[in-house]
């Protein structure tokens, strides 16, 4: 179809360039709506203030409540993309080497799936209703005499939350990074044992150099995702506002201060930023993890 | 000295081995949480199980009367559901099948729109969707259903995936040529050729757009909007029992249509790429890093 766009138009013809053009005016009218508009209110709102350009807003960012923030978020982020992609990198390979159509992969794709994207506020209610105060797991662990004596850890940011968040990182860690193990052919392995080498020396020499670049990207990924989830911090989170999707929640709600909404908007595009800088490096390592990987 | 076969043998079985290992203990991590909801909901204060909270769930009288909030709520997201499959439907598959038809320079545009939502945080769109939606709201009325068109763009990547890859599967162009020559008019090709074809993947967009969109909190808590989660959500703080019951029953209801959707995605063809639609659909690769390739 890339070959030769133009040929075979004949037949489509009878309506002018212009007229193909409509075609695709509601996709782009509904996105500009719904989305191109939303992106620029934020980055354009976040310097205006009563309706003149200001940097007031963003000046605001430099209180210590929201660079706490943001310093827990990054933390909160990268923990919990390494141990993600750690473990869910283990458990791909695992999964890779399972028969390609068997129901174990099925069955653990569509699990994580779901943990990874459709869960929010019932991942922390799995957690409360396991780890709270009558929870099964907090009371296996009275048994056995290990548990801590109060289940406020569990909503402390760098401990349940984080507890929480692997619970969507891992899975999301395995869907990201299946194809890209997948992308490894036994050729490579018997080439390698053909050659004298050890199954040490094809994981050192072949199979890591070519998924690293893969690793590192959906690290990053990873690292985004938790770094943009409100609704399962929000659901296990209700004293305070340790993470900066909450706090931007939190200057969404209250309508106490003025002006505090365009601040609210300084917040989500030091998110937006943030974002855009891990997403730009994930783009250009992906560009260069494709070399290897047909996918 | 061992041959090359025994040796194979041998890697086999250490990787079978060391599948079945971590795989287990992995799944216990996932599954031990979901076991503690059930725990949960099943529990009585002195020991011994009741299904007490379960068969207040099955019985929708009860449920009405006694939970008025989460009947509204999923009454809310129902409806939801279905406005965004429709939008999604009718702004997606005439797009995509026009992209390809006539504008083929523009794929990348449109790939790149699809799968922009996936960068900016939801929390963020919440924040600019503010004053559209201020609009939306004053010109329409304060229906929670108008959440929809903002779904819609928050389930645009993932049934972008599952169309592209239907598209992909069939020669939308050679379809088109013959049933315009025959004289079928754009809504008729569009109607009663191209959807068709795309039925599996037309399938798969709708079920990923009302798993996402069932599961859906942080707009329409924003927004002060009582769908599904956010009934749930404040239900947790008086009747933990009925809410974490709910929550499970929503995973479940996602892993069913996951599950369901993986088989379905394997009936179509032999090729790699097209063999696993659900992890392209599902994954959630950024805009325009080339995870969605032209053939060239």
Redesign the interface.
Known sequence: ???S?RS??R??GG?KPSG??A??V???A??T???L??????IIAAFVSDGHLTLGNVRALGNAGFLTALKQSIILSALTAIIGAV?GG??AY??S??R??GI?K??????????????????A???????GA????SAWMKKAGVGPSSTLWLYQWDKGVLLVYL?FQ???ML??F??AVEGLRPQWREAT?TLGGT?WTYWRRVAMPILFPSFVGATL?LF??A??A??TA??LVSQAQPLV?LQ??GT??SETVLGQ?NV??AM?LA??VV??IV?TI??WL??RS?KWLV? | MAG?VS?RAA?RRK??I??WV??SL??A??M??????L???T?VRRGGRTMATWKTLMNVSEISTKYPALKEGFIASIGLSVITVVIMLA??V??MT?????????SRL?EF?CL??L??????????????YSWVFYLFGESTLWLG??Y??LV?PYAYRALDAGLRAIDV?TL??AA??LGASWFRVMWRIVLPNLRTAVLSASFLSV??V?????IA??F?RRNL?VA??QL?KSD?KI??AV??L??VF??VV??AM??VG?QRSGSR?R??P??AA?????A????V????
């Open positions: 179809m890339a070959k766009p075979g138009t037949a489509l309506i193909a053009l075609g695709v509601p996709f782009f509904y996105t709506v719904f989305l508009i939303p992106t620029l209110v934020v473990v283990i458990l695992a999964v080497t399972a390609p159509d174990l099925r069955f653990i794709t569509s699990l994580c799936g779901v943990l990874a994207q459709f869960g929010g506020v019932a991942l209610f799995a957690f409360i209703a396991s780890f009558q929870g099964m797991i619970y891992i899975p999301l869907i990201v299946l194809p044992e199954t990924l985004t995702n770094f943009s409100y609704a929000a659901a999707p931007i929640a969404f709600t909404a609210g908007k989500a998110m937006v974002v855009a997403m994930y783009a992906d560009k494709s996918r | 090359p040796q890697v990787q079978a060391f599948r971590t795989v992995v799944l991590f996932f031990l949480p979901l076991i503690g909801m725990d949960f909901t529990k702004l997606l005439p797009t026009w992209v390809r038809l006539r504008l083929p320079g523009m449109v729109i922009l939502p960068t900016v945080p939801a929390i963020v769109l919440v924040v600019g969707l503010a004053p559209v068109l903002a819609v763009v645009l162009k088109s040529e315009r020559s798993a996402l069932l599961g859906e909190f942080t808590n924003l002060s989660q749930m959500y947790g933990a809410s974490v929550g499970l929503s995973l996602a892993f996951l599950f993986s088989f394997a790429r063999r696993r659900l992890a599902v994954a959630p690769a950024p325009g890093t080339g995870s390739k032209e053939p060239s």
